[in-house]
């Protein structure tokens, strides 16, 4: 199973909107609308942002949405704000009960 | 509210058996629907799911990693264990336990963290 692949960094001034892409296989991504958001700061344990492709968990702002086409899922965060900078990870679960995570991607708030 | 916490040693000599407990507190192991799963990050780089296991017993694991990993549970207790063997300097990670909710597949609540580091 290989990372889904995901750009290794996006930046955004803040107050505009970024979009993170998340790209699959029909093996994953492609076949079901299964994919999670993950934000993670440096030295901390990920945090779920999104599940179910555009569903969030309590607690989660409303900036963070997300959608699908095909194989390429993708995260928005509107309104960026400092708070946001950190590294978010896509996960997508694959055949057999599995999971694959994507690559990374370092979000920088200039 | 769900607590879950690695325990384990932080260095492990190569061509050795990496061995972590994470235990579960708040909530008990022998729940419907959840799985108990293992994601480790080497420094530096992105996540990677290693498996999960259901309180029954039934395991899933990495395909890339399958020959060599073994995860079980223990009810009793409300643990559940990771087993890596033939270890080398690339299984060096922060080694996450973590609840995965079956049917929507997705992580919710995530240990710390532990890191383990594999050199003589």
């Known amino acids: 199973q290989s990372a889904l692949t995901q750009p290794a960094s996006v930046s955004g001034s803040p107050g505009q909107s970024i979009t993170i892409s998340c790209t699959g296989t029909?093996?994953?991504?492609?076949?079901?609308?299964?994919v999670s958001w993950y934000q993670q700061y440096p030295g901390k344990a990920p945090k779920l942002m999104i599940y179910?492709?555009?569903k969030r968990p309590s607690g989660v702002s409303n900036r963070f949405s997300g959608s699908k086409s095909g194989s390429t899922a993708s995260l928005t965060i509107s309104g960026l704000q400092a708070e946001d900078e950190a590294d978010y990870y896509c996960c997508s679960y694959a055949t057999s009960s599995t999971y694959v995570f994507g690559t990374g991607t370092k979000v920088t708030v200039l | 509210q769900l607590q879950l916490q690695e325990s384990g040693p932080g260095l492990v000599k190569p061509s050795e058996t990496l061995s972590l407990t994470c235990t579960v507190s708040g909530g008990s192991i022998i729940s419907s629907g959840y799985y108990w799963g293992w994601i480790r990050q080497p420094p530096g780089k992105g996540l990677e799911w290693i498996g999960s296991i259901y309180y029954s017993g039934s395991t899933s694991y990495n395909q890339s990693l399958k020959s060599r990993v073994t995860i079980s549970v223990d009810t009793s207790n409300n643990q559940f264990s990771l087993k890596l063997r033939y270890v080398t300097a690339a299984d060096t990670a922060v080694y996450y336990c973590?609840?995965?909710?079956?049917?929507?597949?997705?992580?919710?609540?995530w240990g710390q963290g532990t890191l383990v580091t594999v050199s003589s």
């Open positions: 179910e492709g555009n």
């Open positions: 973590a609840r995965e909710t079956g049917g929507d597949y997705y992580i919710l609540y």
């Open positions: 029909s093996s994953d991504v492609g076949s079901y609308n299964l």
